[in-house]
């Protein structure tokens, strides 16, 4: 699966420089080409126990059962241990700046990948390059990489300003330095009125750009984001959609947002990723070139949607027959 276009680079080397300059350009070239995230050929399967008792079955997550547990329900039931494949050799290149959208219908992968890349869960094979570099779990990129969840899991016992400031404190960065970057984050997401408060006092909406301020003030190299949005009202929604075209137009920064919501992906994306649950792997790519803030009424977008609609038909006849 080729996921990434060949480098606009290529054809650029200037006519008449010399040797030397070209081959620095050409390095440089090379450089700049280098994925910010390759996810590289990545399978994951999860193990259950189904054990099987008076005619009835039941089934376990294999990894939760003791050993103990396992040796007692196998002396009084029949079990048998499966797999339940997820993923299936997903490749996957993000570029430097780059905003990417993944989306697909519940339950296809979606988080196991992103946890995946934010080395909360190991891939059964396959690798993770960093800006080219496979990724070593000793050196310790993952906070360069930063999860955004649905619900925030913020510090409740901390304010706005010490969990902005948390990651930053065990990075142990200066107390002022620390401030400055944490006050720079809390005003890019517009909370500096409410920086003295505490999380429970915040709505859903303030506590999720709270998260957005403490992901950027470690400066990630990529920010991952697992539908990030999906518990907010939808005005709520749509204004903090309007706040993370802007931030990323600000910082540039590389995102890698999750999503079932179709339009949330299109609204968003650089590119849109379809995940299907079918393949186990990704279906199909959107590149999409419409400038941002986008018009959810356009009919460029509507296209797009019906598109990326028909890609989900597969899927949605499994889910129909569950
Ligand atoms: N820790 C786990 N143990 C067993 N099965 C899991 C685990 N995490 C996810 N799964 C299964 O993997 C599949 C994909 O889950 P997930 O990645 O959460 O999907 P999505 O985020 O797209 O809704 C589901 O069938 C889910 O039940
Ligand atoms: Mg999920």
Redesign the pocket.
Known sequence: MTLIETSPYTNKIKNGSSHQERQEQQKQETLDFIPALHVKDVYKS?D?KISKNNGSSKIT?Y?HISSEQQQLLSNSTRSFRTS?E?LNGVDLKIREGEFVTIV??????????L?IIAEL?KPDSGSLLIRGTVNDINNALSTKRIMIFQESALFPWLNVQENVEFGLRIAKVHKERRRQIADKYIEMVGLSKFSESLVYQLSGGMKQRVAIARALAIEPEVLLM?EPFAALDVQTRDLLHEELVGIHKTTGKTILF?T?NINEAILLGDRVIV?S?VLKDIKKEFQIDIPRPRDPESPELYEIKKQVLREFEGDLQIAKRK
């Open positions: 999860f259950y997550n990894d339940h997820v697909g219908p519940s339950g296809c992968g979606k988080s196991t990948l946890n869960d697992d999750v079932h995940l649950s």
